[in-house]
């Protein structure tokens, strides 16, 4: 298993130390100043496969290219066409108070599912880059949502996460989330962490950050449980209660949180790899008695790109 090293520490004390934007400022120029702390945190990272439940490997394909630290964050280079689709977006995410769309919803969004996915709504979460016509291929084959990492547990924002929702959203996907791998001990508070998640998208619309449990760098089971409330508590000051959520596993879960209760207010997206798209095996953990979504399988290939697979 892979990892980095941090390479970007002069930037994010600098950001650390950043004062909140005046409010004398305009609006402007207040979009201004966030869409340079969403540059410059990008800039702060270096591409890296960290730990998860599957690592990544995407193949180029023609005009599409992989982000490198010195790639500009999309707004700098989005064409007026790029713009009028995210306000496209982000209206119908307004609109839908944030959820992911129904099946109504899709069709009444152009989308058509294949007979061979069978029922429900499939989607596809990813941990590192996947351009535009890989999305676009996993659009024809009936996905429909994507799940990008926008935070690793190496303390970085992703610099490959901006670039794929935006990569999602020109693909044809109807519905993007992100999520936020959890640094328990790297000495940026879990707020912090939420904070700099969120910034880092600048005005690319998004739905739910959902933040992922799983064994990974954490430290005792209290400390993990205050970070995540904490982050939490960070997230609806943000953003609001409606657009988090918490990613994990009953016995992923026990390894990071030991036998506290989860928070329960907030959705449960769930992994169970038994390749089957039903809520039916649910377990109940923590509190959770109904899930709003299915992680069932892992690493599968698809369009060039190694995903993981989702369900609700």
Known sequence: MKSSKHTGG??????????????????????????????????????????????????????????????????????????????????????????????????????????????????????????????????????????????????????NGVHSVANAWAGGMAHVDVYLFPSYGCGISAATQMDRTIDSMGSIPFGTVWIDIESGGQGSAANNHAWLMAALAQGVKRIGAKRMGVYSSRYEWGLVMGGYSGPTEYPIWYANYDGVPSFANFPSFAGWTRPAMKQFAGSSGMCSASVDLNWY
């Not at 934007?21 to 960290?50: H, I």
């Not at 995407?58 to 689709?85: F, I, M, N, Q, R």
């Not at 709504?121 to 009936?142: H, I, L, R």
């Open 10 to 159: 002069s930037l994010v004390r600098v950001l650390c130390v950043l004062p909140p934007f005046p409010v004398s400022l305009s609006l402007g120029m207040r979009r201004v100043a966030a869409l340079f702390v969403a540059a410059a945190l990008l800039l702060a990272g270096a591409p890296v496969d960290a730990k998860r439940h599957h690592h990544v490997a995407v193949k180029a394909e023609g005009k599409d290219v992989p982000a490198t630290p010195s790639t500009l964050h999309p707004e700098l280079t989005a064409t007026p066409e790029t713009l009028a689709l995210w306000a496209q977006r982000r209206a119908e995410l307004e609109a839908r108070n944030y959820s992911r769309p129904t099946p109504e919803q899709l069709v009444e969004l152009g989308f058509t599912q294949g007979k061979e996915l069978g029922s429900g709504t499939f989607g596809v979460d990813v941990s590192s880059w996947v351009g535009e016509s890989t999305w676009a291929c996993m659009k024809g084959k009936g996905y429909s949502f994507a799940i990008v990492r926008e935070f690793q547990e190496t303390c970085n924002v992703d610099p």
